[in-house]
C-alpha cells in the first residue's frame, strides 16, 4: 500500500527540481517591512516574554480580562507606537519595559488577582512603553504599513499563545505549571532589569 | 481513505510549490488592461487592508446590511476613477488612508452597530478614495475602460467574498459557544485599528 506513494513523490521532486523563479508584482519592501515587523517582537526576549506574561495573566484573571486584552492592547501599545514615531522621548525606556516583565511574571506567579480597572492601568502603562520601542523602529523600516502590520500581528499572536498557555489553569497541575513559568518570566525581569540598570554586562 | 488524503496532499503541496511566473496569452492580448485593472489594487498592501476591514465591518453587522455594499463599493471605485481622471489632480492623502483605517478598526473594535445608511456612505466614500489612488497609477497608454471593468470587478469580488466570510465564520445564530467567533473579529478590529493609528501618526510624522 505504501508504494502507491512512491509515483506521486517522484512527480512532486521532479516537479520541484523543474521550478523556476516567480516573478510576482510587489509593492517596494512589502517583504522587508513585513518581515523586519514580525520578527521584532519576536527577537526582543524581554518582549516577547512581557507579552506571553500578558496573555497568562489574563487567562488567569478571566472574563471580562480575557476578551478586553486582545481587543485593546495593541490599540494602547499603538498609542506608544505613535510617540516613538514622533520621536517622543519616554523616561527610562529599557528599564520600564524589564520592569514589565518582572512585574507581569511575579503578577502570574502569584496568581494575583487585582481589580480589571487596576490590572487594565498596569499593563497599558506597559503597553505604552513596548509599543513605544517598536515604534521608534517603524520611520526606518522598508515599508512602514507593512511593519505595522508585522508587529501588531506578532504582537497579537503572543498575547493568543499567552491566552492558550493559561487555559491550562483550568487543571491543577496546569495551574501549578503556570505559576512555575510565571517565576521563571520574573527572574528573567529582573536578569534584564539589572543589565538595563548596568549591574551585569 | 487517509492515503488518498495523503497523495492529494503531495499534489497540491507540488503544485502550490513549483509556481512560476505567469505568462499567460490573454494579459497581452487586448483584454490586458482588464487584468491590470483587477490586479492593482490586489497588489497594494494599503488597499488590502481598507478592503478587508471594510469587508469584515459589514459583515459583521449582517447579510441585511450588508448586501447594499456589493453596489455600493464597486460604483464608488468607478466613481473616484472618473473624479481622479476628470479632474487629474485628485492624489491619495496618506493621512486619510490612515485615517479610514483608525476608523474602521475602532468600528469592528467596539461592535459598533451603525445604520446600513452610514456603512453605505462609509464604502461609497472609501471605494472613491481608493478609486481615485488607482486611477492615480493609469498609464497613458491604459485602455480605461477596461481598467475600470476590471477594478470594479475585482472590487465586487473582494468585497462580497470577504462578507461571506465573515457572515460564515461569525453565526450570530448559534449560541453562547461560538461568543469567541465575535471576541476575534473584535480582536480583529484592534488590530486594524492599532495599524491604522500608527500610520495617522506616521503620517504626520513625514
Known amino acids: ?201 | 481513505m487517509r492515503h488518498r488524503f495523503a497523495h492529494t496532499s503531495i499534489v497540491i503541496a507540488t503544485l502550490v510549490a513549483s509556481a512560476q511566473a505567469a505568462d499567460a496569452h490573454i494579459v497581452a492580448s487586448r483584454l490586458g488592461d482588464f487584468y491590470t485593472g483587477a490586479l492593482h489594487p490586489l497588489t497594494d498592501l494599503q488597499d488590502l487592508i481598507l478592503w478587508v476591514a471594510m469587508g469584515v465591518l459589514a459583515g459583521s453587522l449582517g447579510a441585511a446590511k450588508g448586501r447594499w455594499l456589493v453596489l455600493a463599493f464597486p460604483l464608488g471605485l468607478l466613481a473616484g476613477l472618473i473624479l481622479q481622471r476628470a479632474s487629474g489632480s485628485v492624489s491619495p492623502v496618506p493621512a486619510a488612508d490612515a485615517g479610514m483605517i483608525l476608523v474602521l478598526g475602532l468600528l469592528l473594535a467596539a461592535s459598533a452597530r451603525i445604520p446600513t445608511a452610514m456603512l453605505c456612505v462609509i464604502a461609497f466614500g472609501l471605494a472613491v478614495m481608493r478609486g481615485a489612488a488607482n486611477a492615480g497609477d493609469v498609464g497613458p497608454d491604459t485602455n480605461l475602460l477596461l481598467f475600470a471593468a476590471g477594478l470594479a470587478c475585482v472590487g465586487y469580488a473582494a468585497i462580497t467574498l470577504t462578507m461571506a466570510v465573515t457572515l460564515a465564520f461569525r453565526r450570530p445564530d448559534a449560541g453562547a459557544s461560538m461568543a469567541w467567533r465575535g471576541i476575534a473579529i473584535r480582536a480583529l478590529g484592534g488590530w486594524i485599528a492599532a495599524i491604522g493609528l500608527m500610520m495617522v501618526g506616521f503620517a504626520f510624522a513625514s
Open chain 1, 1 to 201: 500500500m505504501s508504494f502507491r506513494i512512491f509515483p506521486h513523490l517522484v512527480i512532486a521532486l521532479a516537479a520541484l527540481a523543474l521550478a523556476q523563479p516567480v516573478s510576482a508584482h510587489e509593492q517596494a519592501g512589502v517583504a522587508g517591512g513585513l518581515a523586519s515587523g514580525l520578527l521584532h517582537p519576536l527577537t526582543g526576549i524581554d518582549h516577547l516574554i512581557a507579552m506571553v506574561a500578558v496573555g497568562i495573566w489574563g487567562a488567569q484573571l478571566g472574563a471580562p480580562a480575557i476578551w478586553v486584552l486582545p481587543i485593546t492592547f495593541p490599540l494602547v501599545m499603538a498609542i506608544g507606537g505613535v510617540l516613538g514615531v514622533l520621536h517622543i522621548p519616554l523616561p527610562v525606556p529599557e528599564v520600564v519595559i524589564a520592569l514589565s516583565a518582572l512585574v507581569l511574571g511575579a503578577a502570574v506567579a502569584m496568581r494575583l488577582r487585582l481589580p480589571f480597572a487596576a490590572a487594565a492601568v498596569v499593563v497599558a502603562v506597559f503597553a505604552v512603553f513596548h509599543g513605544h520601542a517598536h515604534g521608534a523602529e517603524l520611520p526606518g523600516s522598508a515599508n512602514p504599513l507593512a511593519y505595522g502590520v508585522g508587529f501588531v500581528v506578532a504582537t497579537g499572536l503572543l498575547h493568543l499563545c499567552g491566552i492558550t498557555i493559561g487555559t491550562l489553569t483550568h487543571w491543577p497541575a496546569g495551574g501549578r505549571l503556570i505559576q512555575g513559568l510565571g517565576a521563571v518570566i520574573a527572574a528573567l525581569g529582573c536578569y534584564f532589569l539589572a543589565q538595563s540598570l548596568g549591574a551585569v554586562a
